[in-house]
């Protein structure tokens, strides 16, 4: 049985936003079961924790005697092994490795920067903000125009497109896509996914809800 770990008392601000709703939600699209290791916000920092997952975040994910630990790498193995949202063809599974770690490098981290910067920190610097803002809006408007009219990413819906939908979440949250509307089309869309609604709603769960 898979085994992945969240957290048991996540802020309320996180909640529908932490990474182990990515593992969910691939499970439920590949019909995949498996069960939580309910971890207290506290312990992510323990040494047992940390053997599992050196950053002390989750998810970490265990199979038999493996353990991974990032949510890309989870997915990726997740699909190679059961062969299910990542298509059969050799350039096509390429083409969606690149939008995997696109997902990852080129577009999250930028979001994620906005966010401690302009939300958690709360800067008192106006122009850090306002760069922070630009380097997002560049990147989604970069986004906005490779995915122009397509349903997918690729041909179909991949492990990237679960990412992807999970990072343009979150910029939502901060109204940071209002101006690319296929962005937000292709974000509820895939939201609309059954395996998703039923991914989150057990996420949910973690928060009495």
């Known amino acids: 049985m898979n085994q992945i770990s969240v957290i048991a008392n996540a802020p309320e601000f996180t909640k529908g936003f ?12 590949m019909g995949l079961s498996y069960t939580e290791i309910k971890v207290a ?6 040494e047992d924790y940390l053997k599992l997952q050196p950053f002390g975040q989750v998810p ?7 353990t991974l630990f990032e949510s890309g790498a989870i997915l990726h193995y997740l699909a190679i092994k059961n062969n299910k949202l990542i298509p059969n063809d050799e350039s096509g599974r390429a083409r969606t490795m690149s939008w995997l770690f696109a997902s990852l490098n080129s577009i999250e981290p930028f979001v994620a920067q906005y966010f401690l910067v302009a939300k958690y920190f709360k800067s008192n610097e106006p122009e850090v903000i ?17 995915l122009n009219q397509n349903l997918y990413l690729e041909n179909e819906f991949s ?40 991914a989150l709603n057990d996420h949910a769960k973690l928060y009495g809800s």
Request: hydrophobic fraction near 40%; aromatic fraction near 10%; charge should be positive.
């Open 18 to 29: 932490v990474k182990e709703l990515r593992i969910r939600w691939a499970h439920e699209e």
């Open 41 to 46: 916000h506290a312990d992510l920092k323990s």
């Open 60 to 66: 970490y994910f265990q199979s038999g005697d493996l």
């Open 130 to 146: 306002k760069k922070s803002f630009d380097l997002v809006h560049g990147r989604l408007g970069q986004l906005s125009k490779a």
């Open 159 to 198: 492990i990237a497109d679960i990412v992807m939908t999970t990072v343009l979440r979150d910029a939502y949250s901060m109204n940071m896509i209002e101006d690319y509307p296929n962005l937000i089309q292709y974000k509820e869309r895939n939201e609309k996914r059954p395996a998703f609604i039923r």
